[in-house]
């Protein structure tokens, strides 16, 4: 573990979100060690269960190859050798980090490892099997904390959802670049930054929209946010940021105009955020949002309950994902269906009624006529989806 003391002789230990606290280290024996090197030198023995985060998500040790691209506090390096010896006699002596504050996640011999078998078992909004399958792409673009995916592809549609912090070095300023031609929906650019300024930060957004053939924009404006969209407005003339208005007791909806009443962007209250989360989760656990990039994954790993709602869990950040959470009130609102020509919700229905028709009729039975208790079960998911 990479491990440092304090001047209280508090024992931290490093992670993707700096220095943690950690409960204590949990030491184990095994015969069944495995030993990965990199190709870069870096070697670490562990046990065959033991998760290590790689290009294709957390992977156990048992499941490596060589090739494989591993995650380690230096960017990637690939699996050179695989060494284990399964007839030896031989106990090795491993060790754990136990409860590292803000989400079990740790650098071993500079290699990000994690201690839970079960990632999302604390809440998390994502479940922890659909966490363990997503897949880090490495960017084709990397700069000033600008991440790029995918190029802009002519005629295609993109939105970018944009949180904003104080620019202080606290929480970052974040926006995900989402191509919303089709569904799939797919992440295809992020930006995240903790020091940048509003002017600069409205700069940014501007030119990305312009990139990705005039990107629809919102902007989340609870706090400073309503500073950067204003500078969208009025000092970048960006056609495209979208606004919204009060729907009363159908709370916020979009809208393309710019009334007295209506503002620069959206306000996450209780309702859009609830809607939000919804929608989100029925989009990445139906593989109906697709994401690419290491940041957003790690704070989808941590972003778990908390009372009736969901947040970073303590010493974490969810600046990425609050933009995804936004994401997914936008694509349930009647305006995002007249940009993209997608009903997301009808569509997140289809998908499910299809995968529940597989579940309850028996392989190879066909009926001519409507089965009673087939569309009784399928009229009571239509009413559950309804209370969306």
Same mark, same amino acid.
């Given at each position: ?36 090197? @990199? ?7 562990? $046990? ?5 985060? $790689? ?10 190859? %060589? /090739?494989? *691209? ?11 050798? =695989?060494?284990? /010896? ?11 980090? &136990? ?8 650098? $071993? ?30 960017? =084709? ?7 790029? #995916?995918?190029?802009?592809?002519? /005629?295609?549609?993109?939105?970018? =959802? ?29 930006? !995240? ?7 600069? #930060? ?13 990107? #629809?924009? &919102? ?8 500073? %950067? ?23 916020? !909806?979009? @809208? ?12 996450? @209250? ?32 941590? +972003?778990? *309950? ?12 969810? /600046? ?15 305006? +995002?269906?007249?940009? @993209? ?30 089965? *009673? ?13 309804? !209370?969306?």
């Amino acid at each position: 573990m990479n491990s440092q003391v304090t001047n209280n002789d508090r024992y931290l230990v490093e992670t993707p979100n700096g220095w943690k606290d950690f409960s204590g280290v949990r030491k184990s024996v095994s015969k069944n060690t495995i030993t990965v090197t @990199t190709h870069t030198g870096n070697s670490l023995e562990m $046990t065959e269960d033991h998760l290590v985060m $790689t290009s294709f998500g957390w992977t156990t040790a048992k499941e490596l190859v %060589v /090739d494989d *691209r591993l995650i380690t506090r230096d960017g990637y390096q690939l699996v050179n050798s =695989i060494h284990q /010896d399964k007839f030896s006699s031989k106990e090795s002596e491993v060790y754990d980090a &136990l409860e590292v504050s803000g989400g079990s996640q740790y650098y $071993t011999n500079d290699i990000l490892s994690h201690n839970c078998n079960f990632l999302g078992s604390s809440g998390t909004l994502i479940s922890g099997s659909k966490l363990k399958q997503l897949v880090v792409k490495t960017p =084709i673009h990397e700069r000033d904390g600008f991440s790029q #995916y995918e190029a802009s592809i002519s /005629d295609n549609v993109y939105v970018i =959802i944009v949180d904003v912090s104080r620019g202080k070095g606290m929480d970052y300023s974040a926006f995900q670049v989402i191509d919303v031609t089709t569904m799939p929906y797919k992440q295809v650019a992020m930006f !995240r930054d903790n020091m940048i300024t509003p002017i600069d #930060y409205a700069e940014i957004i501007y030119r990305a929209s312009k990139s990705y053939n005039e990107a #629809y924009v &919102l902007v989340e404006v609870n706090d400073i946010g309503e500073q %950067v969209s204003s500078l969208l407005h009025y000092e970048f003339e960006c056609e495209t940021l979208l606004s919204t208005e009060n729907a009363g007791r159908g709370g916020k !909806r979009l @809208t393309s105009g710019f009334g007295k009443n209506s503002d620069l962007g959206v306000r996450t @209250t209780k309702s859009v955020k609830s809607i939000g989360c919804n929608m989100l989760k029925m989009l990445m656990e139906q593989d109906q949002l697709i994401i690419q990039d290491f940041t957003t994954i790690n704070e989808l790993s941590t +972003f778990s *309950r908390k009372a009736n709602s969901y947040e970073a869990e303590s010493g974490c950040h969810d /600046d990425t994902v609050m933009c995804l959470v936004l994401f997914g009130w936008l694509s349930d609102q009647p305006f +995002f269906r007249e940009m @993209t020509d997608i009903n997301t919700m009808s569509r997140l229905r289809e998908k499910t009624d299809e995968e529940l028709m597989e579940d309850i009729l028996p392989f190879g039975f066909i009926e001519d006529g409507e089965d *009673r208790e087939t569309r009784a079960i399928i009229d009571t998911v239509e009413e559950n989806w309804m !209370r969306f």
